[in-house]
């Protein structure tokens, strides 16, 4: 995974869901400890990849796919197609390879985008 570890938070002080949680007081305002949620594998979809796993997406697969990927230990990436390096646009790319472990293409006749 990557990005944020933890984080403070004042959401929740103070009640049962912070029992047993380090807490803090920053600037006067009492916070608690939150851990990051990591997942072991996660199966995305994405529209295109290529071959070093930088990924598109389309339609609504861009919305928690992308944040997904970095959060897991394990990421595959099941995608309409399968490109050569340096053939997908850097402005599309959302995903950078390094958060895909495996590209599947998607078989012809399976569900399309929503």
């Known amino acids: 995974g990557a990005g944020v570890a ?6 929740g002080f103070g ?3 912070t029992e047993g949680k380090e807490t803090q007081v920053i600037g006067g305002k009492e916070y608690v400890l939150e851990q990051a949620l ?3 594998f996660c199966l995305i979809r994405g529209h295109k990849a290529d071959t070093l796993g930088n990924v598109v997406y389309k339609g609504t697969s861009r919305n928690f796919n ?3 990927a970095p959060a897991a230990a394990t990421t ?4 309409d ?3 050569e390096a340096g053939e997908l646009d850097p402005e599309e790319i ?3 390879g390094v958060y895909i472990n495996r590209i599947v293409q998607r078989p012809d006749g ?4 929503e």
Do not use: N
Request: hydrophobic share 55%; aromatic share 14%.
């Open 110 to 113: 399976f569900s399309p985008y």
């Open 38 to 40: 990591r997942a072991d």
């Open 81 to 83: 197609e399968i490109v």
């Open 6 to 11: 933890a984080f403070f938070t004042p959401t």
């Open 94 to 96: 959302v995903t950078p």
């Open 76 to 79: 595959v990436i099941e995608v």
């Open 66 to 68: 992308a944040v997904m």
């Open 15 to 17: 009640t049962l869901l």
